[in-house]
């Protein structure tokens, strides 16, 4: 697919927010003018600082404040990244809780000994702690689009709050907020087929994070077994979604995998489920786990479809493999404490396909210990979990590690990752609650044999 189609797709999509957010009315388009782009002058600010106290105490009904609200969303579209940073701040500095009010309110309830006024003064007390933005970012659910705006709306927070420190209160509220809209009793689950809407297939297309779709036939390919979360606010936007196909064996390589020549098989015949890539496809939705919601709804509906199917595993990505081993500070004590007797160094030379096939077997399994060490031991240091990001998400859902797959994927990006290597995650039903919660309280990870035991080697 070209830059120039999905070019084209994210124009529609922006039009569409803009249709729902923009109504196209005189105060929607004074609001625009009247402002620059990048938040530049104070009166800019001080204009945009009205619009949002509007929102807040609108002079009129309900028309009046939805069309405010509307307005507010349409200005925040057309600013730059400049002035979004500006718009964000203004929402964090400008209108937050009032700890005068609420240190009164609690005064006030501490004090009353009247049992009839108690619960007044809770939900006054409740109603200071509410602070100003929040009510300002709630007003947007109620717009056809609304919902969508916030999930962009707190992307936009995730990716500048690591330069701008305080707009992590913001993210924070948006992530709030989103949870409740996002439970998985408000999410529809789907199976999408070739016989779906074409806009819909583009967008799988758009969003796959895993192994990027390279044509329409290699999309039909991967179509036969692929379900989603969609919320009922966004229809036409899938929330996450996971590509299935059904094996005779846990498979060890992704090009065998997605290969179109190879004829298709009587899935009854199989015996195996294999989750291959898994997307995310809103970044304003991250930290809200809904793929270990939509694995479960899976499992469950393929264990009813196909009787035949008892195993059911990953072949996953290890994306951060390489870039750890580039970083690790003391590559020399690393190699000692896994008796390693060559320079780190030398093993990170082997960076293309060609190399990585013809190295010796000492340097194959350098490499795999190394990758199940890194797997295994290497934990986030604040939270004790797995550091690889993938590993998190499958052991957090109760699976385990159950193999290491050496060349399993020899594109660009996976030698570039991991040098090639795969890892088989395996959902055994009877033991994910138990794996779950031994990984949640313990931090203890499931693995078998076959990759514990690459650590002594």
Known sequence: MTDQHFTKIKRNAIASILRALGEATETVR???GSISEDLTGNKDIEVLKMKMQECLNPKGGEVTARRNTVSLGNLYLHLSEVGKVRFLKILVEEFSANKEEINDKITAYQANSDPKSSYKLEQELITSLESPRLKILKQFISLENGL??????????LKLKSEHKMLSTLEKDLKNILSSWFDVELLDFCQITWDSPASLLEKLIKYEAVHKITSWDDLKNRLGLCFAFFHYKIPNEPLIFVEIALTDEIANNIQSLLDESIPATDPKSMNTAMFYSISNTQAGLSGINLGNFLIKRVVERLSQEFKNIKTYATLSPIPGFTKWLSNVPKPEQLAQKLKIDKPISEVLEYTNLSQIQNCSDDIKQIILKLCAHYLLKVKNEKSNSAFDPVAHFHLSNGASIKRLNWLAD????????????MVNYLYELSKIDHNHENYMVNKIMSS??????????
């Not at 020899?410 to 290597?421: L, R, V």
């Not at 078998?448 to 080697?457: E, F, I, P, R």
């Open 410 to 421: 020899t594109s660009e990006k996976g030698i570039n990752q991991s040098f090639g290597i």
């Open 448 to 457: 078998t044999k076959d990759v514990s035991s690459l650590l002594s080697k």
């Open 30 to 32: 004074s609001w625009v």
């Open 148 to 157: 969508k705006f916030i999930v962009d709306m707190r992307s936009d927070a």
